[in-house]
Every structure is written in C-alpha cells, then in structure tokens.
C-alpha cells in the first residue's frame, strides 16, 4: 500500500517522460487551472531545472521528483496573486510585451494611445502594492 501512494504521488505530476531518461516534465495545475511545468535535465551529474516562475526554484542536493514537485508546487502558490493580477491586465488591456508571453515575466507593456504606451512592472512578493510605471512614446 505504501508503495502505491508513493506511486501515485510521483505519477499524478508527471506530464512527460523522455524515452533516454534525460529529461522529465513534471506539471502542477494551480487554484486558477493554469497549468504550470517544470523539466529536470538529467544528463549531468547535477540536475538542471527550468520552469517558468518570476524566481529561481532550488532544490537540495540530495533531491527526489516528489521534492522538486512539492517544491515547486509551494512557489506557484505564493504567486497566485501576482498572476491573476496579470492575467486580468492581459484581458482588458492591450499588451505588447512580453512576447511571447511567459509567467515568469512581472511586467507587461500596455499600449495607452497610437505611439504611447506603458510599463507596468509588479513587485512578485508584493503584487497588491503600487507597480513601477514608465511611459514610452514620442
């Protein structure tokens, strides 16, 4: 039984497997049903991790799949503010940059008129207070 909840717990993350081993893509699907991922490189003797987050994900030395999910997991939720602040900027604005657009981006560019047009960068621990704004335009 232990077995199979350890089981469980690795393979309801994994999105993908590549068939050498030297890659894994874990996936998390957050409160707001976005779908995040994270690959582990393996093909080294230290694992490399990419994921698209507005900060690094660390992990220990002595890591498992199950630490880097529950890992990345805690950090997509500390930033489920940040992203939902964004995601409303990027329904009801006309958004520029970044393109293409990533999660780990805090920042988007807002065209205001013509050839005038506004970036607005949030703090990502701090996404409620008043964002860095600068105008462009000539």
Do not use: M
Request: proline share 5%; net charge negative; aromatic share 8%.
């Amino acid at each position: 039984k232990q077995w199979y909840q350890r089981r469980v717990a690795i393979t309801s993350g994994v999105k993908s497997i590549e068939q050498d081993f030297k890659q894994v893509i874990l996936r998390h699907t957050d409160e707001s049903n976005r779908e995040h991922h994270v690959a582990i490189q393996l093909d080294s003797k230290t694992p490399t991790l990419t994921c698209d987050l507005p900060q690094e994900l660390v992990i220990s030395d002595t890591w498992s799949c199950q630490e880097v999910l529950r890992t990345f997991r805690e950090v997509i939720s500390q930033y489920q503010v940040l992203w939902d602040i964004l995601d409303d900027i990027d329904s009801n604005c006309w958004v520029i940059e970044p393109e293409p657009y990533t999660r780990g981006a805090v920042h988007r560019r807002i065209v205001l008129k013509g050839d005038v047009s506004l970036i607005v960068t949030l703090d990502p621990s701090q996404p409620t207070t008043l964002p860095r704004c600068r105008f462009l335009g000539s």
